[in-house]
């Protein structure tokens, strides 16, 4: 940082640290405008909670699904919740402050941001798993002083982190949250890369297979397969054979210490990569090389840091992965300064419609040993 703009930031702090300059710039005409909406940021970051908490309570009693066609009135929905009126009628007014509804006289119908959620049932299901994040989250400074990990979010992600045999049961509440919130992935991606030039695709970490779900529609000709815990492949096939999707193969096993499937020119790692830590990562990746034939493609793609200090994506994907206890949501630097210690070559980085929900970037097996 150049000594200029350093001099510039220590100034600025100043005058803004200092009331009265604060009471001069929101009543001077010319700053005023800036003055009161910046107030204005500095208060929703502070009130930030409360607003999670709406959205959780408006999830929770399914207030979107009842207005989607309805007008109904704060008595009926309060009668139907079996809350106090009163207390029914501050949710709303609240959750109209945020966009899911709209108050039109005594009544409610839904709001242009309701009906973006009823549209994402994914964001639905990450809201309400988010209870786990919310419990570590509750002490910020407890979960940075023990590094990350030891807490809720911790406890269910505990069987990702365990070697050996899972049960079914254990990876049922992982395996239905990625179900809900892959399709939104999974049309960023066959949205944003050229399916046509391949010919098989393995899904590693696939999970119940919504991630080849999507592609199976996008590119009919792809021979699929997916690649997850035992537990979880043992799940996938009942639901793929219920979707149409016999053709799809299923193989169990660890993606660390198993061989993977071969034959397949393209292996897709859907939101995984950014799970574990960079020795971990490194693994994954030199197994899926292995893996790969000469000339064949790997593809990533999640959610990923920015350069820019005021990325949402990193304040809320920072402090998920450190609850989580391992991983952490990288740069696209980064991830092919892995990709090249993994013996991969020709990264490519390819934006998405909806960056926050994933970016994705290519990267190839040499066609000739390095």
């Not at 207005?67 to 007014?93: D, F, H, Q, Y």
């Not at 899911?100 to 299901?125: C, D, Q, R």
């Not at 807490?151 to 990876?171: F, I, Q, T």
């Not at 119940?208 to 779900?213: I, K, L, T």
Request: aromatic share 8%; proline share 6%; glycine share 12%.
């Amino acid at each position: 940082m150049s000594k200029f703009r350093m001099r510039w930031i220590e100034f600025r702090n100043r005058r803004l640290g200092d009331p009265w300059f604060q009471r001069w710039a929101a009543g001077f005409w010319l700053t005023r405008g800036k003055a009161r909406a910046e107030a204005q940021e500095l208060f929703d970051l502070v009130a930030g909670f409360v607003a999670s908490q709406i959205l959780v309570a408006v999830i929770e009693l399914g207030i979107c699904e009842r207005l989607v066609t309805n007008m109904v009135s704060v008595e009926e929905l309060a009668g139907e919740n079996k809350i106090p009126v009163e207390s029914m009628r501050r949710l709303l007014r609240g959750a109209a402050a945020l966009g899911l509804v709209e108050g039109v006289g005594k009544s409610y119908t839904l709001g242009a941001k309701g009906a973006a959620l009823l549209g994402n049932p994914g964001v639905g299901a990450m809201v309400r798993h988010h209870r786990h994040f919310y419990a570590d989250m509750a002490d910020p400074v407890a979960l940075l002083r023990r590094g990350g990990g030891g807490g809720a979010l911790a406890g269910y992600w505990s069987y990702a982190r365990r070697e050996g045999a899972v049960s079914p049961g254990e990876v049922a509440g992982y395996s239905e949250l990625m179900a809900a919130s892959q399709p939104m992935v999974a049309e960023q991606v066959t949205a944003a890369y050229p399916l046509h030039q391949h010919r098989r695709l393995l899904d590693v970490g696939g999970g119940e297979g919504r991630f080849v779900r999507a592609v199976a529609a996008a590119a009919p000709w792809l021979d699929l397969a997916v690649f997850d815990l035992p537990a979880v492949a043992e799940r996938a096939r009942p639901i793929l054979d219920a979707a149409g999707l016999e053709r799809v193969q299923t193989h169990g096993g660890s993606f660390f210490e198993d061989t993977l499937p071969r034959g397949f020119d393209l292996i897709t790692l859907v939101r995984i990569l950014h799970d574990h830590d960079d020795g971990p990562a490194l693994s994954l990746l030199r197994n899926i090389h292995a893996a790969l034939p000469p000339g064949g493609t790997l593809l990533i793609a999640e959610p990923m840091a920015s350069d820019d200090p005021s990325s949402v994506g990193d304040v809320y994907f920072g402090f998920y992965l450190l609850a989580m206890g391992q991983g952490r949501a990288r740069t696209p630097g980064e991830i092919m300064a892995l990709l090249a210690e993994a013996g991969f070559e020709k990264p490519r980085h390819i934006g998405t419609p909806l960056p926050l929900a994933a970016q994705i970037i290519t990267s190839k097996k040499p066609v000739q040993p390095g």
